[in-house]
């Protein structure tokens, strides 16, 4: 007892000082001092999709956390942390044999209090059922098959996506082709597609052809080619497709297979003979150049990269992207930007940066991110619809630099399902209540 008396007694001084230390502490202080959110950051480290998509998602997660932790970012992110909570990231190789494993490792071993990211559509369709078995917050970034909400998970509560789907990304191309490109739709009788073998594939292909089908009459299929994925060599597909002379091909190639259907298309005369329409291709424009045959339709999955709109967000977010990597940011920078701006915009609409308060506030919510505005409109609020971009291709001999002219751009409203359809119910009624105006 005497020892207690003498340590509450001499302490009195000490504690006043460190409650007026306290008092006068700066948030960041403040901040650094209280537990962390920890968050799981998965996307490509190795292999062939890494360069073009993994790590520019990567770099955009740790440039986005970063400035968020030092409360660095323009308005309205220009607080610091989760709600005043600093973020800890731990990044993940999705370039990996067992993603359901590596997901339950995240959750289960690193204690994860939340995980952003994945860029295949393969490994969505994996995780999505485990997310809800496991109860972590899941917000992911890319892989776009609609599949997610409206087949494997139909009731979400901790999974979501901050990232349109694939209806966006083909609806949009479909239009492009039969409004803005007068010379094609002219003669156009006939389509063909090269798309990778799982789902991603298989949706983009489907939703392109059938709104082709739907915004033109009489149009026909006349090739379809589905390589495995991360294949690597077309010489066969190329040659079928040469030999079905579509008028217009469509492919949702990306990374390292986009790279090589140009280069190898190209080399064919693939591009010289049909009207090329590339949905998920900025990211070759740098890393290609003159490679990539001029005319050829580009798409960004979004309003992202050289389409993303100006604004103080973008306009950072460029900038501070080149400063740290010298690289412009391609689209999966940009989703993986969003995805991690969704967390904090719901964190600090709450005014706690908790898995409990993220989930229950980025449902239905509505923010900006460095593209434009994410909308989480479909799947009860757990499905992101955000705007989109095409273009068609055109190598600046004089700077040296891939560039697109003939720039359509097309709000979320026109170009996304509503929330009563599914994508294949929506496309095949005609589009019905879409706002193109």
Same mark, same amino acid.
């Given at each position: 007892m005497t020892k207690v008396s003498h340590l509450g007694t001499a302490s009195r001084p000490l504690a006043s000082t460190l409650a007026l230390a306290l008092a006068l502490a700066p948030t960041t202080l403040l901040a650094?001092?209280?537990?962390?959110?920890?968050?799981? #950051?998965?996307?490509?480290?190795?292999?062939?999709?890494?360069?073009?998509?993994?790590?520019?998602?990567?770099?955009?997660?740790?440039?986005? *956390?970063?400035?968020?932790? &030092?409360?660095?970012l323009p308005a309205p992110y220009d607080t610091i942390g989760f709600a005043g909570t600093l973020v800890e990231p731990l990044f993940a190789d999705e370039a990996s044999k067992n993603v359901v494993a590596d997901y339950q490792k995240l959750v289960q071993k690193d204690e994860v209090d939340g995980i952003v990211g994945y860029n295949s559509s393969g490994s969505c369709v994996a995780i999505a059922p485990e997310v809800e078995k496991l109860e972590t917050l899941t917000v992911l970034?890319?892989? @776009?098959?609609?599949?997610?909400?409206?087949?494997? +998970?139909?009731?979400? &509560?901790?999974?979501? !996506? %901050? %990232?349109?789907?694939?209806?966006?990304?083909? +609806?949009?191309?479909?239009?492009? *082709? #039969?409004?803005?490109?007068? /010379? *094609?739709?002219? &003669?156009?009788?006939?389509?063909a597609g090269i798309n990778q073998n799982y789902s991603w594939g298989f949706d983009s292909w489907r939703d392109f052809s059938?709104?082709?089908? #739907?915004?033109? /009459?009489? #149009?026909? =299929?006349?090739?379809?080619?589905?390589?495995?994925?991360?294949?690597?060599?077309?010489? %066969?597909?190329?040659?079928?497709?040469?030999?079905?002379? %579509?008028?217009? +091909?469509?492919?949702?190639?990306?990374? @390292?297979?986009l790279e090589a259907l140009v280069i190898q298309g190209a080399g064919r005369g693939l591009f010289g003979r049909t009207q090329m329409v590339l949905t998920s291709s900025d990211t070759a424009i740098h890393?290609? @150049? !003159?490679? =990539?045959?001029?005319?050829? =339709?580009?798409?960004?999955?979004?309003?992202?990269s050289i389409y993303a709109p100006q604004s103080e967000l973008n306009d950072w977010f460029r900038q501070a992207y080149y400063d740290r990597y010298g690289v412009y940011p391609v689209h999966p920078a940009y989703q993986m930007a969003n995805a991690v701006l969704g967390m904090k915009a719901a964190a600090d609409k709450a005014g706690v940066g908790t898995e409990e308060a993220i989930i229950a506030n980025l449902k239905g919510l509505s923010y900006e991110g460095p593209g434009g505005i994410v909308d989480m409109a479909l799947a009860d609020g757990h499905q992101a619809i955000t705007g989109s971009a095409y273009g068609t291709y055109k190598f600046d001999t004089e700077t040296g630099l891939g560039t697109v002219e003939n720039i359509v751009t097309y709000k979320a409203e026109c170009i996304n399902p509503p929330a009563d359809l599914t994508s294949q119910e929506w496309i095949?009624?005609?589009? *019905? @209540?879409?706002?193109?105006?």
């Open positions: 650094q001092d209280a537990p962390a959110f920890k968050l799981g #950051v998965v996307s490509f480290l190795s292999g062939g999709a890494s360069g073009p998509f993994g790590v520019p998602s990567r770099n955009a997660a740790e440039l986005i *956390v970063d400035a968020i932790n &030092k409360g660095t970034s890319a892989c @776009g098959t609609s599949q997610i909400f409206e087949e494997i +998970v139909t009731e979400p &509560k901790y999974l979501f !996506r %901050a %990232a349109s789907h694939a209806t966006m990304d083909n +609806v949009a191309a479909a239009r492009y *082709v #039969v409004e803005h490109t007068p /010379e *094609v739709v002219e &003669k156009l009788s006939d389509i059938a709104s082709i089908q #739907v915004l033109k /009459e009489d #149009v026909e =299929i006349a090739n379809e080619q589905f390589p495995k994925i991360f294949a690597g060599q077309y010489g %066969a597909e190329i040659s079928a497709l040469l030999t079905a002379r %579509a008028d217009v +091909v469509h492919s949702s190639f990306w990374g @390292g297979d890393r290609l @150049g !003159r490679q =990539i045959p001029d005319g050829t =339709i580009i798409g960004a999955r979004g309003s992202y095949k009624g005609g589009f *019905v @209540g879409a706002d193109c105006e």
